[in-house]
């Protein structure tokens, strides 16, 4: 009943008869959620699986550990040792099963955004220490052998007849090479195809799979690589970075990994939502995090980052906002890069690993004049859009936010009171403090005056 008295905000609307309209206050994104659609269950819940072949173990695809050579040479591993974790680069092929690595740095055979590209449209040639590593890479027989195999691999599945591939010079395999070192598409990939204990093969290792820490070290690799593909190539004006997860995800291999590509644009996103924040710096305090705790959508809060159910999106959609002052996932301390990490753990954690999903990283472009907040969405593609959509550009999304909310609360209790995800306030127990997003210069300055705005924790208003 609280809700019929609340003011009607244009962002989400419930009409009479149950059907919520929402609009996307960045995007312009027009969703309506229609009662009698809104209880179809989801695709893979309860699906039982088959069992696993243990003669596979390791090798079940291309991105398993058994199988290093199917993929280009790797620019980075991550491994656990006895004091941390620690990066490892410029390995030789004859180093790979050396060490056991928990995540993956590599290139993408296929780049959404070719090596070609930068080099033909802006004269980009590869930076003399990724030459280096090149060079060095290729001095031996084993990655020379390495290399030569994968763009052969890659000749023949671009369509290239074996006659041609053969005829291809070494000189020229060997120049298109440059795509492994210089790249801008690259992949992050877990150790882990199915969890350590699965028999069946629906038991995929998946983000919420991961413990907290290796879900941290997770994202801390991920951002070494978004900076560092910055660091290599200085035509590079954004880096999206995203994790498809199964089929219906866009995922090609059900084997948990992220992606960063690089483009030269901002991109249309980007672009349309810097011009939405220039007519308001405060819009993701105001119209995403503030108009989320109103309506109750908020569902998991910490220090550094706070989680609600999104509205206005095609798909479902949980968002996770880091509360930082820095814009940039690279230059969060430990502290608040831990706090959004727990909380995407959290939401993947609360799914469960049956709901394909996108996860989207948002943050500021670095050449963007606006101050933006870093923020994470994990869309459920649990509905395809069709000529309905199409023909209006409404769409109808199958789960509203209110429900999302529900759906992942029970979940969330659970594994919070099983110690499986990291300790956080849950639904009501939320702080949501006006404001809570420290991006926006004028809201920082608000939050430090003396007294007259000082927010409140929860503890403290429960107190007065
Ligand atoms: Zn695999």
Redesign the pocket.
């Known amino acids: 009943m609280m809700q019929d008295m609340m003011p009607i905000a244009a962002h989400l609307i419930r009409m009479r008869d149950g059907t919520i309209k929402q609009l996307n206050p960045f995007t312009g994104t027009e969703v309506w959620s229609v009662p009698s659609r809104g209880h179809r269950p989801l695709r893979h819940d309860g699906n039982a699986g088959s069992p696993l072949d243990p003669a596979r173990d390791g090798a ?2 291309a ?2 550990h058994g199988r290093l050579f199917e993929t280009p040479p790797e620019k980075a591993r991550l491994v656990q040792t006895a004091t941390g974790w620690e990066t490892l680069k410029g390995l030789t092929a004859d180093q790979l099963f050396d060490t056991e690595w928990v995540f993956r740095r590599v290139p993408n055979l296929f780049e959404i955004v070719s090596f070609d590209y930068w080099e033909k449209n802006y004269s980009y040639f590869l930076p003399p220490a990724l030459q280096t590593r090149k060079d060095s890479y290729l001095a031996g027989p084993r990655g020379r052998r390495h290399v030569l195999d994968i763009i052969d691999a890659r000749m023949v599945r671009s369509g290239v007849d074996e006659a041609t591939v053969r005829a291809t010079p070494i000189e020229k395999k060997l120049a298109l090479a440059n795509a492994f070192f210089g790249g801008g598409h690259e992949l992050i990939i877990g150790r882990r ?1 199915f969890i350590d204990s699965a028999i069946c093969d629906n038991q995929l290792a998946s983000s919420g799979a991961m413990t907290q820490e290796e879900h941290y070290q997770y994202f801390r690799f991920t951002i070494e690589a978004l900076r560092d593909i910055y660091l290599s190539n200085r035509y590079v004006r954004y880096v999206a970075v995203f994790q498809n997860w199964l089929k219906e995800g866009g995922a090609s ?1 059900d ?1 948990l990994h992220k992606q960063l590509v690089a483009i030269d644009e901002r991109g249309a996103a980007n672009e349309m939502e810097i011009r939405v924040v220039r007519a308001n710096p405060n819009i993701y305090n105001d119209e995403a995090v503030n108009f989320a705790a109103q309506r109750n959508l908020v569902f998991a809060e910490n220090e550094h980052a706070i989680a609600f159910a999104g509205f206005g999106h095609r798909f479902p959609t949980l968002e996770i906002y880091s509360k930082s002052e820095r814009s940039q996932p690279w230059n969060h301390s430990v502290e608040e890069l831990r706090g959004v990490s727990d909380l995407v753990h959290a939401c993947h954690a609360a799914m469960g690993p049956g709901i394909p999903c996108n996860e989207e990283w948002h943050y500021k472009p670095p050449d963007a004049d606006v101050p933006m907040p870093w923020r994470v969405q994990i869309k459920w593609r649990v509905s395809n859009p069709a000529g309905f959509e199409g023909g209006t550009l409404i769409y109808v999304n199958t789960i509203d936010p209110e429900t999302l909310r529900d759906t992942v609360l029970p979940r969330l209790v659970q594994l919070r009171s099983e110690g499986r995800i990291a300790p956080m306030k849950i639904a009501a127990e939320c702080d949501c403090v006006p404001n809570c997003l420290k991006y926006n210069p004028a809201v920082r300055l608000q939050h430090s005056s003396d007294g007259e705005f000082e927010p409140l924790s929860g503890e403290a208003r429960s107190e007065q």
Do not use: K, T, V
């Open positions: 079940h695809c991105f398993c195809h291999f084997h």
